[in-house]
């Protein structure tokens, strides 16, 4: 299994700031995920990140908003750009262990937006 | 475009009773699917994972079912506890080299004492 940590684990932010979020996992692994979930809704998948490349985005999502650096095999970090209230979420990272198939998840962000 | 849906959104039991969670998938062609257990305000906690070739996957008090033609899983939990209080979410994996998750809305378990 993987164990992955991510930081910080909660934070009230004002409009208009930023925030990043990192994501350490514990063996290397080829691609990690970034998912949000907004209040009482499912997970939905923000981006991919690889390491070397540009993270890919699924529709909704944009780089300016969500930038993703990836600089190792373990090690990501999520910025959550001009925050709104609307950005209020529980963001979690994840990664698929080659061989298992299994996808294991971070603790979560708990990031509240006044 | 997959959709996942999980029904009931919420249940209560006693401590004792058998659980029944449902999770129902619209696009037949999945690689795996995926149960997960979140506690509130928590990470996601992988349960059990049925690949697309298998009909069932155990561990302890956790049995869960797969029929890929009709969409569907179920996931079994004997002899339920107070601490089998979660949300249960359900998640398929398009294919082998599609790593995107799609998630069902969860269902809200309440175990009683």
């Known amino acids: 299994s993987a164990v992955i940590s991510q930081k910080p684990s909660r934070d009230i932010c004002q409009r208009g700031t930023s925030l990043t979020i990192q994501c350490q996992v514990d063996s290397q692994v080829t691609m990690m995920f970034w998912y949000r979930q907004q209040p009482g809704q499912s997970l939905t998948l923000i981006a991919t990140a690889n390491q070397g490349s540009e993270a890919t985005y699924e529709s909704g999502f944009v780089i300016d908003k969500f930038p993703i650096s990836r600089p190792n095999l373990t090690f990501s970090t999520l910025t959550v750009s001009n925050m709104s209230p609307e950005d209020s979420s529980i963001y979690l990272c994840s990664v698929s262990l080659g061989g298992t198939d299994t996808q294991y998840f971070g603790p979560g962000t708990r990031l509240t937006v006044l | 475009k997959q959709e996942v849906t999980q029904i009931p959104a919420a249940l209560s039991v006693p401590e004792g009773e058998n659980l029944v969670l449902n999770c129902s998938f619209t696009d037949s062609a999945i690689y795996n699917l995926q149960w997960f257990r979140q506690d509130p305000g928590k990470g996601l906690t992988s349960l059990l994972l049925i690949q697309s070739s298998q009909r069932e996957q155990t561990s302890g008090r956790l049995n869960a079912s797969l029929d890929k033609s009709s969409g569907r899983s179920t996931l079994y939990i004997a002899a339920s506890q107070p601490g089998d209080s979660a949300t249960y979410l359900c998640?398929?994996?398009?294919?082998?080299?599609?790593?995107?998750?799609?998630f069902g809305g969860g269902t809200r378990v309440l175990v009683k004492p």
């Open positions: 998640a398929v994996r398009p294919s082998a080299a599609g790593n995107k998750l799609t």
